[in-house]
């Protein structure tokens, strides 16, 4: 995988984690919905930015290093 595409990875979950916290802030914002039922809906939009927050630290990670190759006597 070349450079772009790990910036065009890196900024699609950069868009994804701007959306989650959008979506939480929605969330929060609603007074129509009980303390539990957001609790109940935000779960899963926590679960998807922890792995999207590690996904991004090993893909800057890997993007980040000059990989060379050893065999013959690098």
Request: proline residues 1%.
């Amino acid at each position: 995988m070349g450079e772009l595409n790990y910036m065009k990875s890196i900024d699609m979950i950069n868009g994804r984690l701007d959306e989650i916290k959008d979506e939480v802030m929605a969330l929060v914002d609603n007074q129509k919905i009980s303390l539990t039922q957001k609790n109940i809906l935000m779960q899963p939009l926590v679960e998807e930015k922890k792995v999207l927050e590690h996904t991004l630290v090993y893909l800057q990670k890997i993007k980040d290093t000059n990989y060379k190759g050893l065999c013959g006597g690098g």
